[in-house]
C-alpha cells in the first residue's frame, strides 16, 4: 500500500541492506556496503572530521599548514573538532578567519555517495528530503552519483529572509497533489544546501536574531516550523564553522545564547611576529612574480602597518580601525608593481612615491581614524613609514663595522655624489646584504639612507643619489 505523500516528511528513514532498492552508479548495480563504496556515506561529518584528524596526527602532518604561526589557535581547532563541537571564530576582520575555516574542508572527504538530482545531497542510506525518502522506499533503482567536498559560504546578512537562509517547504502544495520535486514544494536555502558538508557562517552575529534562534533549532531537532509557517522537517548534518568580530565593533549585533552554547569561541589575532606578518603577506600576493622586495622593505612596510595596530603608536589613540593582514598584502603588491613597471630589479624607496602615495594607495582605505582627529590620514601614514624607514636603518647602521664604515665614507668623499643606479658594486658591505645580485641597487641606497639618516654625513638630493655633506659643507666655507 502506499503511504500518503506527506507522511514521508515526517518520517524517519533508515535504508539496511535488507529494506534497500538497487543502488546504481554511472548505469551500473553497486554493493554500497561493498568495501569499494563504505566509507562514502552513512557517517555524519564529525565522523569523517575526527578520523581525518586522527590520521593527520598519525602521520605528524599539520592539517593546517597553509595557515602561519597561530600554534595554540590550531591546537583548539583540532581539540574542538575532535569532539564534536562547532567553531566560532572571533577577531577583527582580515586575520585569516575565513582562511580557517577553509582549512578546515580538508577534513571532509573528498567525494560522498548522494542520490543523484537530491537538492541536498542526501545520503542513500539515511535521506532527510521527503523526495529522496520516497526514492529510496518506493523505487526499485536508484540512482547515486558523487558529490565534492562542500564548503558554503552563509553571509551575515540583517536583511537575510528564512526562506533564503534555510529554505521552504509548501505542505499546501503537497496536499494539491504537486510532486515533491517540483520547486515550488521545495526550496532549500544556505544552510540546507550545507547539508554533509561545511556550513561558514561569516558573520554570525549579523544574521536575524529569529533566525539564529531557528538554526539552533535546525542542527538540534528534527523539525523546525518558520515564522512564516513553514515545515522544515528535516535535521541537517554539516560542520558548522562561524566567525564574528568583537563586539564593540560597528554594525555587529551579537549572537544569541543558545546559538553561543552550541559553539567553542576561538580568537583569531593579528600575526604574532614580524616575520609571520610578512610571511602571510607574501603568501597571499596577487603578483607573484616581478621586481624582488628585498627584506629592509619587507620590514620597512610590515612594521609601518603593525606599528598602526600597536598601542605604542603615537598615533594610537586615533586610528579606531586598525589594519589587517590585507594591508600587508597589498602594500608588498602594490611597491612591486611600480618597480616591476619603472623596470627596477628590486624594490627602491622611489617605489613608495615622492610622498609615500603608493603606500597611501594600500593603506587609505584600509584603517579609520575618529573624526574629530586634527591630522589627516595621509599625514598618519606618512609619519609611521618614516617611522619605519627610521627604525630599520638604524639596524642597519648598527650593523656596519667601523672599519667597514670608513672605506665607505671614503669612498663617498671621492666621489661626492653617489647615483645607486650606476655605482654598480661601490661596496662590499652592500653586497653582503643582499640574498640575490639583483637587490644590489636597492641595498647599496639602503645603505646611504641609513648612514644618511643616522649620521648626517651624506644627504639624498634625488631617486637614489646621495651627496657627501662633509665635502659640500668645506667647499661652500
Ligand atoms: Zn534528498
Same mark, same amino acid.
Given at each position: ?82 569532539? @564534536? ?32 538530482? &537530491? ?57 494539491? @497533489? ?32 529569529? #533566525? ?5 533549532? #535546525? ?11 513553514? +515545515? ?24 544569541? %545564547? ?20 610578512? %610571511?602571510? @603577506? ?10 624582488? +622586495? ?6 620597512i612596510l610590515?612594521s609601518a602597518v603593525r606599528c598602526m595596530r600597536s598601542?605604542n603608536c603615537r598615533y594610537a589613540n586615533r586610528i579606531e580601525v586598525e589594519p589587517?593582514?590585507?594591508a600587508?598584502?597589498?602594500l ?20 613608495y612615491g615622492e610622498r609615500f602615495e603608493i603606500v597611501k594607495l594600500a593603506l587609505r582605505s584600509r584603517f579609520e581614524i575618529d573624526y574629530d582627529a586634527e591630522i589627516s590620514k595621509d599625514e598618519i601614514v606618512e609619519a609611521v613609514v618614516n617611522d619605519a624607514i627610521d627604525s ?41 646584504? &643582499? ?43
Amino acid at each position: 500500500m502506499k503511504i500518503m505523500e506527506f507522511e514521508y516528511i515526517f518520517e524517519e528513514v533508515k535504508i539496511k541492506p535488507s529494506n534497500a532498492p538497487k543502488f546504481t552508479l554511472n548505469g551500473e548495480e553497486i554493493d554500497i556496503w561493498s568495501e569499494k563504496f563504505a566509507n562514502y556515506h552513512s557517517k555524519s561529518i564529525v565522523d569523517y572530521v575526527r578520523e581525518n584528524l586522527v590520521r593527520y596526527e598519525q602521520m605528524q602532518i599539520d592539517p593546517f599548514s597553509e595557515i602561519v604561526g597561530k600554534k595554540v589557535e590550531k591546537e583548539l581547532v583540532k581539540t574542538a573538532l575532535m569532539s @564534536g563541537s562547532n567553531i566560532l571564530f572571533k577577531g577583527k576582520k582580515g586575520y585569516g578567519k575565513t582562511t580557517f575555516s577553509k582549512s578546515i574542508l580538508k577534513l571532509l572527504p573528498e567525494k560522498i555517495l548522494a542520490i543523484k538530482g &537530491c537538492k541536498i545531497h542526501d545520503d542513500p542510506t539515511q535521506p532527510v528530503c521527503f523526495s529522496c525518502k520516497k526514492r529510496v522506499l518506493e523505487a526499485n533503482s536508484v540512482e547515486l552519483t558523487f558529490v565534492p567536498r562542500k564548503w558554503i559560504r552563509i553571509p551575515g546578512d540583517p536583511m537575510m529572509t528564512t526562506r533564503q537562509l534555510i529554505g521552504g517547504i509548501s505542505i499546501q502544495k503537497i496536499r494539491e @497533489g504537486y510532486d515533491l520535486d517540483h520547486p515550488e514544494v521545495f526550496t532549500p536555502g544556505r544552510v540546507l544546501k550545507a547539508h554533509r558538508g561545511l556550513a561558514y557562517f561569516d558573520e554570525l552575529g549579523s544574521i536575524p536574531s529569529a #533566525l539564529q534562534t531557528l538554526l539552533h533549532e #535546525l542542527f538540534e531537532e528534527k523539525q523546525i516550523t518558520t515564522p512564516e509557517g513553514d +515545515i522544515i522537517p528535516m535535521r541537517i548534518d554539516a560542520l558548522i564553522i562561524a566567525s564574528t568580530n568583537p563586539a564593540n565593533y560597528k554594525g555587529v549585533s551579537d549572537i544569541k %545564547e543558545p546559538l553561543l552554547d552550541r559553539m567553542e569561541q576561538i580568537d583569531i589575532g593579528p600575526p604574532e611576529t614580524i616575520e609571520e606578518e610578512i %610571511e602571510i @603577506g607574501l603568501k597571499n600576493m596577487s603578483l607573484k612574480k616581478g621586481a624582488r +622586495i628585498p627584506e629592509w622593505h619587507l620590514k620597512i612596510l610590515a612594521s609601518a602597518v603593525r606599528c598602526m595596530r600597536s598601542k605604542n603608536c603615537r598615533y594610537a589613540n586615533r586610528i579606531e580601525v586598525e589594519p589587517s593582514c590585507r594591508a600587508t598584502i597589498k602594500l608588498f603588491d602594490h611597491v612591486r608593481a611600480s618597480a616591476t613597471r619603472k623596470g627596477h630589479e628590486a624594490v627602491m624607496l622611489s617605489d613608495y612615491g615622492e610622498r609615500f602615495e603608493i603606500v597611501k594607495l594600500a593603506l587609505r582605505s584600509r584603517f579609520e581614524i575618529d573624526y574629530d582627529a586634527e591630522i589627516s590620514k595621509d599625514e598618519i601614514v606618512e609619519a609611521v613609514v618614516n617611522d619605519a624607514i627610521d627604525s630599520v636603518c638604524s639596524s642597519i647602521y648598527a650593523s656596519i663595522p667601523r672599519n667597514v664604515f670608513n672605506d665607505i665614507m671614503e669612498a663617498i668623499a671621492e666621489m661626492r655624489v653617489v647615483n645607486v643606479y650606476k655605482a654598480n658594486g661601490f661596496s662590499q658591505f652592500a653586497h653582503s646584504m &643582499c640574498k640575490d645580485s639583483n637587490e644590489i641597487k636597492s641595498a647599496l641606497e639602503i645603505l646611504l639612507e641609513s648612514i644618511a639618516r643616522c649620521s648626517g654625513l651624506v644627504e639624498r638630493i634625488g631617486d637614489g643619489i646621495y651627496a657627501y655633506k662633509a665635502y659640500d659643507r668645506q667647499t661652500r666655507v
